[in-house]
């Protein structure tokens, strides 16, 4: 039986396909295979070693502020790289990651109990750095790359769609069976385990790494051809001066920027109210799954949602729907039985509904963003750029729980009581985590209708300006 024939583009490059959206997709896959462990630290080391809620928040704000500031540095190193690589620079780096993210997620969750307390702080503090590194050289490329796999604006939104696909496939799977792994039947946390769970977490990721490397097609040259003294070395003030006159890429930042401080913020009282004012921690993975479900009900139709509408103006809808469906959260009197679960997650599904719409194509926002920086301005710096965005993103992590966990100690958690907290403090949870997925979602809106400003007519210009130009050289 004869092979069948690879079909190529005008380009010479194999034309776009579920090849390479399948690909993308495995990516943001094995990214959350290691990222998804990330809610569980603080119950972790909060619960089961016995962390101070303060000193908690402090390490975090600590690791993600290193965080934040690893980002555009990898990404530099990125932008600056002019060897020849097979595969292609960013898949390259992706490749590395991978490697180290094999054990590095389990390097967080050492549970040695009986260590002092003083070395409890550096076991994490060393654990997370570790995983940080690893993970930063594998995201950073990724998030980079979407933007050289196609120009064209469906494609991009598709591969946005699959890239939210992977990483909500990820966020479900581990969000429903971690549960049940690491809860025991009293609502408490099993420590022992984490260690274990994260180590597989960790190869599954790896082999999905592998996978995209191995199944990425690069479409767009970005390479620049300069002589060795005509390299431009990096400046932090000129790096972010670039990002914050781009205005597209401020807009797509704020928004992710809301939705981690409000999802992040509330995690750890998401997390106690399901332990103590539900009384029921082992389901509340797929409580809270329910609310990705939207996703994967518009993603056969972003690109026609895309084309009819434009994304400004479907992201503008998305920001709406979650303004009002985490607004009910905090006024409806939503009771600890099991009415009040349904009205809970009823109201996560309406903030879904227009979630859904932005998941799908949030990451193309970014791949626009570059674009409009090449029209506008004549630069074009992926790695420098998305980094900076990953940079904002990443200090929302670590800004949102850490002020999460000092709330909930005003608000007179407890961490010995593990599940059995008093009532009027679990009480406490459920508003903490209600008014958090509020705020979040307020900024996201400001983000996303305020301040981005590619709509449909703008791009359309773009895409035919740099084609004429590109055409040119």
Partial sequence: MAKKSVQLDSHGYPKFGMRDKLAYCAGDFGC???????NTMQVFWVQFMGVPLEAMAAMLLLVQVWDAINDPLIGS???????????????QYIWAGSIGLLVAGAACFIPWQSAPMALKYVLFVIGYICWDAFYTVANVPYGSVLSLIS????????????????????????????????????????????????????????????FMVRNTTIRVENEVKCNEEEKPKFNVFKAFGSFFRNRAAVGATLAPVGTFIGMYGASYANTAMWQSYFH?????????????????????????????????????????????????????PISPDTTGMIMWVGCMLLAGLGNGIYQCISWSLMADAMDYEEWKFGTRNEG?????????????????????????AALGYVESAGADQAAEVALRMRYQAASFYFIGAVISFIGLVVVYNLDKKTMEKIETDLAARRAQK
């Fill in 32 to 38: 959350n295979m290691s990222f998804a462990l990330k």
């Fill in 77 to 91: 190193i990125v932008d600056a790289d002019k060897r020849t690589y097979k595969r292609n620079k960013f898949l």
């Fill in 151 to 210: 120009t064209d604006p469906g494609d991009r939104a598709e591969l946005s769609t699959f890239r939210s696909i992977g990483s909500m496939g990820g966020n479900m799977l581990t969000g429903i069976v971690l549960p049940f792994i690491i809860y025991d039947a009293t609502d408490n946390i099993k420590g022992n385990i984490v260690f274990l769970v994260a180590l597989v977490m960790g190869f599954i990721g790896f082999l999905c790494f592998q």
């Fill in 280 to 332: 029921n921690a082992q389901i509340s993975g797929i409580m809270q799954m329910i609310s990705y479900v939207p996703m994967f009900l518009f993603a056969p139709f972003i690109r026609k949602i895309v084309g009819a509408w434009g994304k400004k103006k479907s992201v503008t809808i998305s920001a709406a729907s979650l303004v009002i469906g985490y607004g009910l959260l905090v006024i409806l």
């Fill in 384 to 408: 420098t750029t998305y980094a900076l965005h990953s940079f904002f993103r990443k200090l929302a992590q670590g800004i949102g729980p850490s002020i999460g966990l000092m709330v909930a």
